[in-house]
T-cell receptor, first 111, second 115 residues
Framework: TQLLEQSPQFLSIQEGENLTVYCNSS?????LQWYRQEPGEGPVLLVT?????EVKKLKRLTFQFGDARKDSSLHITAAQPGDTGLYLC???????????FGQGTELSVKP | DTGVSQDPRHKITKRGQNVTFRCDPI?????LYWYRQTLGQGPEFLTY????????KSRLLSDRFSAERPKGSFSTLEIQRTEQGDSAMYLC?????????????FGEGSRLTVL
């Protein structure tokens, strides 16, 4: 059983479309992080959200942390082929030092 | 290059052999993590260190896996008597942790293939 459930697992869209990726849990997290991973490389941090209800923007990417700190979403506006990759949410397990990951959302943006 | 480095990048071995992976973290980072990742899936936690102390080890790991971080610097992950199910990417990450929130910096991984 995944503590962090991501949906959808796969997403294939055309350039210019919008999309949202979800990260859900039945547990409360003190913070959640979003990473992006390209083939053959390690994940790279995009953002950390800490406060319930927080919204952070990174160019065309908008991240939101749920009010109850049990879920988060990533919205991409006008997706581009360069956005292709594996998007991962992660959070500290039991608010300790162990960081656990969701199973990832594999995004493919076709030109 | 001052990022996290892992060695070797690729390892092909026969079932039953032992393998060892090395990770050199970013020098000022106090935490070091090992993860295992299969294709298209998220990283699965294996273990982590704070300085030289191993603070947690996944219950999913069998006794064939062991990790060390002598002197709180580089770390090694050894897999004894490898099995085909051990084939995966082994990722190392380091962070400078204050409290529970900190950015993990990942290496490029060590890909293991067990024949």
């Amino acid at each position: 059983t995944q503590l962090l459930e991501q949906s959808p697992q796969f997403l294939s869209i055309q350039e210019g479309e919008n999309l949202t990726v979800y990260c859900n849990s039945s547990s409360v997290f003190s913070s959640l992080q979003w990473y992006r991973q390209e083939p053959g490389e390690g994940p790279v941090l995009l953002v950390t959200v800490v406060t319930g209800g927080e919204v952070k923007k990174l160019k065309r990417l908008t991240f939101q942390f749920g009010d109850a700190r049990k879920d988060s979403s990533l919205h991409i506006t006008a997706a581009q082929p360069g956005d292709t990759g594996l998007y991962l949410c992660a959070g500290p397990y039991n608010q300790g030092g162990k960081l656990i990951f969701g199973q990832g959302t594999e995004l493919s943006v076709k030109p | 290059d001052t990022g996290v480095s892992q060695d070797p990048r690729h390892k092909i071995t026969k079932r039953g052999q032992n393998v060892t992976f090395r990770c050199d973290p970013i020098s000022e980072h106090n935490r070091l993590y090992w993860y295992r990742q299969t294709l298209g899936q998220g990283p699965e936690f294996l273990t982590y260190f704070q300085n030289e102390a191993q603070l947690e080890k996944s219950r999913l790991l069998s006794d064939r896996f062991s990790a060390e971080r002598p002197k709180g610097s580089f770390s090694t992950l050894e897999i004894q008597r490898t099995e085909q199910g051990d084939s995966a990417m082994y990722l190392c990450a380091s962070s400078f942790q204050r409290g529970n929130t900190g950015e993990l910096f990942f290496g490029e991984g060590s890909r293991l293939t067990v024949l």
